[in-house]
């Protein structure tokens, strides 16, 4: 089983910078899981615009997300709530 690792990306950084302290402490959370589990589970890719990200939902707020699945690496592209995540185009 691969060792998965994460990184941010400025974007990503500044809109977790910005969220509210129990929800940052929340994604934060669920982004260690994900990097802790990620060889265990099926991620969920988006299509038309975002079909190049995958998704993790954590309550109302998205995490974008991308994969090089040949250096086991998660890049957290940005944060958002779901209201505003899908009217973005990145």
Known sequence: M???SVEFTEEADKDLSVLDGSVRKRVIEKIDWLEN????VSPI???ADF???F????GDWRVFYQV???RNVITIKY???RSKAYK???
């Not at 998704?55 to 954590?58: A, C």
């Open 88 to 90: 973005k185009k990145r």
């Open 79 to 81: 944060i958002e709530h």
């Open 37 to 40: 589990n990620f060889s265990e």
């Open 51 to 53: 079909r190049d990200y």
């Open 55 to 58: 998704k993790l939902r954590v």
């Open 68 to 70: 090089d699945w040949y």
């Open 2 to 4: 691969p060792n998965w």
């Open 45 to 47: 890719i988006l299509t």
